[in-house]
């Protein structure tokens, strides 16, 4: 089970760091990938990190590259999304979401969201002045 936490509401230039707490065994084997949402748009991957076996690696859409650092801590069981500089365009309901393979696939949109096993209930980021 995956919940996000974090979300508010800033002016343009602010930050936001969300939360995504995980329950259950062997969080640091799955990879955690990061969604948003905005309001009559489609859901887009934002970014992904790795599992422990697969060495952490990042992956960010290039709307956020520079602006958005994903980290996770796995004794904690958490992934963190630091987010600064948020534009308005950063306005939607976050998620975060993991599956048994394929994660960075799908936030990368190779493969449909659709077929990610977990979800989160998301956390609402809105950006504006």
């Known amino acids: 089970q995956l919940q996000a936490s974090g979300g508010g509401s800033v002016q343009p230039g602010g930050s936001l760091r969300l939360s995504c707490a995980a329950s259950g065994p062997n969080f640091d084997d799955y990879d955690i990938g990061w969604f948003r949402q905005a309001p009559g748009q489609a859901r887009e991957g934002v970014s992904v990190i790795g599992s422990s076996r697969s060495g952490t690696g990042t992956y960010y859409a290039d709307s956020v590259k520079g602006r958005f650092t994903i980290s996770r801590d796995n004794a904690m069981s958490a992934v963190y999304l630091q987010m600064n500089n948020l534009k308005p365009e950063d306005t939607g309901v976050y998620y975060c979401?993991?599956?048994?393979?394929?994660?960075?696939?799908?936030?990368?949109?190779?493969?449909?969201?659709?077929?990610?096993?977990?979800w989160g209930k998301g956390t609402q980021v809105t950006v504006s002045s």
């Open positions: 979401a993991t599956s048994g393979g394929f994660v960075a696939a799908m936030v990368m949109g190779v493969i449909p969201y659709d077929a990610m096993d977990y």
